[in-house]
């Protein structure tokens, strides 16, 4: 049992196609793009008005840390400064320590040693 392929009707294709065709507006087509086109161009805007905003934030923030840099730069140098020097100290400080112990330690008599009429020095069992 074979089946055939219902025949194409020619007619009814031609009429459904202009049926189609007859429910297309292109005015109401072209005003729905050109509203498209509107909301499009103001979501542009408001974006770049974000985007305006954003960068006004930015340059007010970096002009507060550029303030607090030069409330703070200079206190910071004055007391690396003193850093420093009291490196210096503390580096100065063991030397001067070794030289008030050596002039505590007991030194060696010279005026109680004897000279001998030669100018040699006498020696104590003398």
Known sequence: MSTTPPALDIQKLISDVLALLRNVDPVGEGVKLADQGRRTVEALIVALEN?????DNLNQAAARVNRL???VEDPIRRIAGMADQAGSLINFLPSLAGKAVANLTAKPDTAAST???TGG???PAA
């Open 51 to 55: 985007v305006g905003a954003t960068m």
């Open 69 to 71: 840099l030069d409330d």
């Open 115 to 117: 000279t001998s009429p």
């Open 121 to 123: 020095p006498t020696s």
